[in-house]
């Protein structure tokens, strides 16, 4: 029963992704840790480790029929990512999972409130 409720996870952040493109840290890292009981470390390591397929295929192809992809844009910060995640990785491995649940709490807070009050 346990493996039906990974894929209702990934339906809803599917959904969640594909309607307003955020799911991965919004919806399966928290719930990895409340509902499913993994640590900030386990949560994180999964949903970067669920990306490398290519997940989004399907809302890409559907975006790129709307002419809504900016490939260039894309390529350059998929660049980015690659080197980013990397760094960031490196760090959070070696802090605390308390530390880096806070500072993963943090973000969500201020992106959340930066959405709510921009203009």
């Known amino acids: 029963m346990l493996h039906i409720g990974y894929v209702i996870l990934g339906l809803l952040a599917g959904i969640l992704s594909g309607l307003v493109g955020i799911g991965g840290g919004i919806l399966i890292i ?9 640590t900030q470390h386990q949560a994180q390591g999964t949903t970067l480790a669920l990306m490398l397929p ?3 295929l399907l809302a890409v192809w559907t975006y790129y029929k709307w002419g809504y992809i900016q490939w260039l844009p894309a390529g350059l910060i998929c ?8 760094i960031g990785a490196r760090f959070a491995v070696s802090i605390p999972k308390e530390t880096l649940s806070k500072i993963f709490g943090v973000v969500l807070v201020l992106v959340g409130v930066y959405m709510i009050i921009k203009k």
């Open 79 to 86: 660049l980015g990512f690659l080197f980013g995640g990397w």
């Open 54 to 56: 290519p997940i989004g």
């Open 30 to 38: 928290p719930a990895l840790v409340y509902v499913f009981k993994f």
